[in-house]
């Protein structure tokens, strides 16, 4: 007889594993639900954890909005919040197209921090849109680079880029640590922190009398950028190709070493940049110890927005929210600042148990279907 | 006496690293990485401090320290075995948590006190006879408790992984669920209680940090130490001996650090010796093979869609 | 009731997410005797033997072992009832030792200790009574596969098995290494013993059965006794129509020299060499047929022609020009098309959609992108066009192909790699776990392609899919050609004897 082929995968073809469905919801009205049916739980839950204070959570969050939306100050800050956060989101979300994982983007905005500081330092005197341009090009590279020795690393010795970037973030604290107790300690020689960078070297206000800069519309066009690589490029096709199937992608051809650097020193020029926004937009200067949880919030936004740019920035911009929110109500009640990291704990806890839900709902209904389907046939 | 302070020191920082990654050994060797082992370090310290302080006794603490540890594990495990969750995403989720619930929760315990509050750490025991050979006898046999605990559960989790049934049907789950689940085996139960026992440990590692010799918690205390003990299962092999050798030589080189450090001795910038432990793990992870990695580690079981 | 029925399934009922896997099946087992599963790839005999394992839990039916209703929730339970399964794909630890790899499904009870020098004492006794011997202490990588079945059975008869399910048991093995395995089969239910044969190969089914239930599309056909069934008729229930062979005469086409394999050696995954000092010639127009049982060099083979693996020595000629150790880029580029075994793992993304798929091995090539930017108009008229013209079943272009059945997903990389393989084509197993129309329509394809003047290099297990569609027809054993025969002169009995590596030469197998 003609045989079929003996090694057969009974079903195989019909069936998905969980990942690839979690990728593949079901209609775009689900896209929004979800993630918004995640936040409420999340928020819910801190909500829970404030009772604990004596706090009630209705009060809370009722300041909480009325403050962030109290004036145009507090909107704003919301989008000067979320800035960074798209850039450390994409920084994850853009190598976990091509399932990779960055977990480094604290160090790689450190190593952008570093650079932006030290141009913005040495460059005084020098037209304000010179500095910035330089600025802004040399913590994207350094960031870039950093980030690519992990690719590096993956590509040539096929290391574990899990553990190589997150060992990597440490050393580049380290690095960092150094450079502010010696060669960019400032003049006063003091604390571990640089000077205040010349005003020439400020990312210029987008709204005056807030802290939102131009950083922020830079940060759009980094998702976009970011959107356009991955989906209008052959680049982007080799990337997804690479992250969703490496062995079909060898069988065509592509080179998933260099796939591996390309991505690598891409997501760590996001961090990169989120270095430049944090130095030359918000805090003019650099401190010890700073912002160091921003690398974990990026992964927290990345899953939030399924990894996807504009998911990311919608992701980020809620995240700035929770924190001027938070923040205005830690200042004006006795609630500590923690609460924000456990509204971020619990809302990504929620999103992920989203996906499992949602899983559970897409197969149910496809049994469902069939056994409709199979009566129908019967009558 | 330099050496005797260093090589006590070393060993002292390796008791939890050794903790932890053998904990870590274990889940891994059922396929399961414990991506949140930075947050259940964090409050294992949480849980070991705040034990300690209300009951006013440290064996309650770090009894209390075990419990929150399985408690995170568990939350961990169910997301990522029997809800399938990417570790990694469920890891970092939940390290993130730590961080706030941790610092909340002491919060909503002790409120803003003026100086930071603290326990008397676990006191160094002796060994009769054995500490009072010259030099190697105060450096490892005055230690405190967690430490003999350490070394203790070394040589026990190798014979449990290589030679008992219970062993084998661990390491045979991270090499081919199917296989266990064919034997007859439920492979998330398997896997569910191992993280569990890795939990209570890692919670007991964290413990260290906080009673075991500093008295007191901050939120910073554990500052990437648990990622440590993750690397050092990787460098280790996967094998509990591998992972004492890697801890030993993590401690030492934090010893190391904190030794040259006080000494006053400023050739070499203090960043670059807390630095080393982090590049001696990359460089150490790019130049060997792991030809012992878990066949399927990192993957959930789906036993129902091929 | 029926003390001699060891197994009886009622109205058993799988759904998987989108598609019933078993609808209503039922299924009886004599004491003492075999029952062949017969169906082909995809029917549903594995998920329904799954199911009678306690690995799936059905989603209606009821399950009866020797008369007493029972409930199977895990293979645990099936082995209290004495049900053993030896799965397709071993479930075996290769790391770990054969004792090793029995112990874990053990439970240690009084008067049973579990110590590794008495298990090990007790396989040497089980394997001597059974004719399966094997070295206990030999770890299973080391083993080769018709060794790890063995031990598969091993573990089973430890655990008291008295009713064993052997899923496809003779893929792997060898013509002798197949009748060894029947004569286990025998011994084993002349003792009283059951066994449920799963196959799709009718001839196995002749020798072998008692009686024989036949699926298709996860449906029940029917059952009957081997005394009452005939070949054709089986084939009949298994497809649902007579069997029709693409074979007819033809048109001689070779030409000159294509691709020219010189006295080439290769190394496998675990460093061994696996391919040694093979040569072979393609020429256009002509399909070269390999046969051989699976893992004998020829997915290396495959590799090494496309790129994807190393060269250790020799060469290899593509029209008189060297393209030996080149990376799979430059083989795409000199017009190789390669329709790897495995579509899903080698051959598709499959969370990419049809229009993506068909485009990738070239997305940089014009018209899919300029300067490295994509043109999506174009790449889905490609599509539109390709799915037209291969009339692949989809319901869009930009569907993603998992979505997409298993033979249409089979079309997707056929027409690929046809655009793609402008001068050869390496195919391994194009039909694997195809329908019936998909695979005539894949044969077609390339018969279509040879007519063109291409060179088609076609590796099969499946021997009669070789000769049916082969010009010349070379047999592979052990990283070896054994030896070329023309298509007139190819003969079904030679060739099976040099599949097991009987040669005229020398007799007896070894490896």
């Known amino acids: 007889m003609n045989g079929m082929g003996q090694m057969d995968k009974t079903n195989h073809d019909e069936n998905t594993t969980l990942e690839e469905r979690m990728k593949n919801r079901d209609g775009k009205g689900w896209l929004i639900l979800w993630p918004l049916l995640s936040v409420f739980l999340g928020l819910f839950s801190s909500g829970m954890m404030m009772l604990l204070l004596g706090h009630n959570p209705i009060h809370v969050y009722w300041d909480m909005v009325n403050f962030a939306f109290r004036d145009i100050y507090n909107i704003a800050d919301i989008f000067a919040k979320a800035t960074p956060l798209i850039l450390t989101g994409l920084a994850f979300g853009f190598a976990f197209r091509s399932t990779l994982f960055n977990i480094g983007a604290q160090g790689q905005f450190y190593m952008g921090c570093v650079a932006a500081v030290f141009c913005a330092l040495n460059l005084k005197g020098l037209p304000s849109l010179i500095v910035l341009v330089v600025c802004l090009s040399a913590s994207v590279i350094l960031g870039g680079l950093w980030g690519s020795l992990v690719g590096f690393a993956k590509a040539k010795f096929n290391a574990n880029e899990f553990l190589i970037s997150m060992m990597s973030t440490y050393v580049a604290l380290a690095i960092m640590n150094y450079l502010l107790r010696g060669p960019l300690i400032e003049m006063k020689g003091e604390y571990p922190q640089t000077d205040v960078i010349p005003e020439s070297s400020w990312i210029p206000s987008l709204l005056p009398h807030t802290r939102l800069h131009w950083g922020f519309i830079i940060a759009l066009l980094a998702a976009f950028f970011a959107y356009f690589i991955l989906w209008r490029t052959t680049l982007g096709f080799k990337i997804r190709a690479v992250g969703m199937n490496r062995n079909a992608a060898r069988y065509a051809g592509i080179d998933s070493r260099k796939i591996f650097v390309i991505v690598f020193l891409i997501s760590g020029g996001f961090a990169g940049l989120a270095g430049f926004m944090e130095v030359n937009g918000i805090q003019h200067m650099l401190v010890q110890g700073f912002n160091p949880l921003i690398g974990a919030e990026g992964i927290g936004i990345a899953i939030l927005g399924n990894a996807h740019p504009f998911g990311i920035v919608l992701s980020a911009i809620l995240f700035g929210a929770l924190k001027v929110g938070g923040n205005l109500v830690v200042q004006t009640s006795t609630i500590p600042s923690s609460i924000i990291g456990i509204m971020e704990g619990f809302v990504m806890l929620f999103v992920i148990l989203s996906y499992y839900i949602q899983d559970r709902i897409s197969v149910s209904r496809s049994k469902r279907q069939l056994k409709a389907k199979e009566r129908g046939g019967h009558k | 006496m330099i050496l005797t302070g260093l090589l006590a020191r070393a060993l002292q920082m390796s008791t939890p690293l050794m903790i932890g990654s053998l904990a870590e050994v274990f889940a891994e060797r059922t396929g399961v990485m414990i991506i949140a082992i930075e947050g259940i370090f964090l409050l294992g310290a949480w849980g070991g401090f705040v034990g300690a302080y209300l009951s006013g006794n440290l064996f309650l603490g770090l009894l209390f320290a075990m419990f929150v540890g399985t408690c995170v594990a568990a939350i961990y495990g169910v997301m990522t075995i029997k809800l399938k969750q990417h570790q990694i995403v469920t890891g970092t989720a939940i390290n993130i948590f730590a961080v706030g619930i941790g610092l909340y929760l002491y919060r909503v315990l002790f409120g803003v006190p003026l100086l930071p509050l603290t326990v008397d750490p676990l006191r160094n025991i002796p060994l009769p006879f054995l500490s009072r050979i010259p030099i190697i006898g105060e450096a490892f046999f005055t230690q405190n408790i967690l430490t003999y605990i350490a070394l203790l559960l070394m040589p026990i989790g190798c014979w449990i992984l290589f030679r008992t049934r219970l062993g084998l049907i661990i390491r045979s789950t991270g090499e081919n669920p199917e296989a266990v689940d064919s034997a007859g085996l439920n492979v998330e139960k398997v896997r569910l209680l191992t993280v569990l026992a890795a939990g209570a440990m890692d ?80 460089i150490a992870t790019i130049s060997r093979k792991h030809f012992n990695v878990p066949a399927v580690l990192g993957t959930p079981y789906i036993k129902e869609r091929k | 009731m029926d003390k001699d029925k060891a197994v009886l399934l009622k109205g058993i009922t799988k759904y998987f997410p989108g598609t019933i896997a078993n609808d209503h099946v039922d299924l009886q087992v004599t004491r003492g005797e075999v029952l062949a599963l017969l169906g082909e790839n995809g029917a549903g005999k594995t998920t329904l033997m799954k199911i009678l394992y306690g690995m799936y839990q059905p989603d209606e039916g009821e399950i009866y072992v020797k008369g007493d209703k029972v409930t199977i ?7 209290k009832l004495a049900i053993g399964m030896i799965h397709q794909h071993f479930t075996l630890i290769p790391v770990h030792n054969v004792v090793e790899n029995i112990i874990l499904g053990m439970k240690p009870k009084p008067g049973k200790s579990l110590r590794v020098e008495n298990v090990a004492e ?33 573990k089973a008869l430890y655990g008291e098995a008295e009713i064993l399910i052997m899923d496809e048991p003779t893929a792997v093995l060898t013509p002798q290494e197949t009748e060894k395995l029947f004569g286990f089969v025998r011994e084993f239910t002349s003792f009283g013993n059951s066994v449920i044969f799963i196959t799709h190969k009718l001839n196995e089914v002749m020798e072998i059965a008692d009686s024989v239930t036949v699926m298709r599309d996860g449906k029940l056909i029917g059952s009957i006794r081997k005394t009452q069934a005939t070949e054709g008729l089986l084939a009949r229930m298994m497809v649902g129509r007579e069997l029709e062979l693409t074979t007819g005469e033809r048109e001689k086409k070779s030409g000159e020299s294509l691709l020219y394999v010189d006295s080439i050696s290769v190394r496998g995954d675990r460093g061994n060499m696996v391919l040694k000092d093979l040569s072979l010639e393609v020429r256009k ?113 930009s569907t993603k192909v998992k979505a997409l059945s298993g033979g249409n997903q089979q079309k997707v990389v056929v027409a690929r790699e046809i655009i793609i393989g402008t001068r050869l084509l390496v195919a391994i197993q194009p039909i694997r776990g195809l329908d019936l129309g998909a695979a005539d329509y894949v044969h077609k394809a390339l018969l279509e392609e040879r007519e063109k003047g291409k060179g088609i290099l076609l590796i099969s297990t499946e021997l009669s899919e070789v000769m049916t569609l082969s010009d010349r027809i070379g047999v592979m054993y052990d990283g070896k050609l054994l030896k070329i025969f023309q298509r007139e002169e190819a003969n079904i009995n030679q060739i099976g004897l040099l599949m097991a590596g009987v040669t005229g030469e020398r007799n007896g197998t070894n490896g």
């Open chain 2, 203 to 282: 919670g007991l590692a964290g413990a260290f940090y906080s009673i075991g010799f500093l008295g007191l918690y901050t939120n910073d205390i554990i500052g990437g130490r648990g990622w440590i003990a993750f690397a050092i299962c990787f460098l280790g092999n996967w094998n509990p001996m591998g992972a004492f050798l890697g801890a030993l030589v993590f401690g030492l080189a934090d010893a190391t650090a904190i030794v040259i450090q006080t000494s006053g001795f400023k050739l070499i910038p203090n960043e670059f010796l807390i630095a080393i432990p982090y590049i001696l793990t990359i």
């Open chain 3, 73 to 79: 929730r895990s293979p645990h339970d099936a082995m």
């Open chain 3, 122 to 154: 007790d396989i040497k006794e089980l394997g001597e009574k059974y004719g399966l011997e094997v070295d206990p202490y030999a770890l299973i990588r080391q083993l080769p596969v018709g060794m790890q079945q063995r031990v598969e059975i091993l």
């Open chain 3, 285 to 397: 127009g002509e399909i070269f047929g390999i046969a051989g049982v699976s893992g004998n060099g020829q997915e290396e083979l495959a590799e090494a022609i496309c790129g994807l693996r190393k060269i250790e020595e020799g060469h290899i000629k593509l029209e008189n020009i060297d393209i030996c150790n080149q990376n799979s880029l430059s083989m795409i580029k000199e017009g190789i098309g390669y329709i790897p075994a495995d579509r899903h793992l080698e051959g598709l993304v499959l969370d990419m959609s049809v229009e993506e798929n068909l485009i990738l091995k070239n997305p940089s090539d014009p018209p899919f992108s300029s300067k490295g930017i994509l043109d999506w108009r174009r790449i889905k008229k490609n599509s539109k066009d390709l799915i037209r013209s291969f009339s692949i079943k989809t319901p869009s272009s």
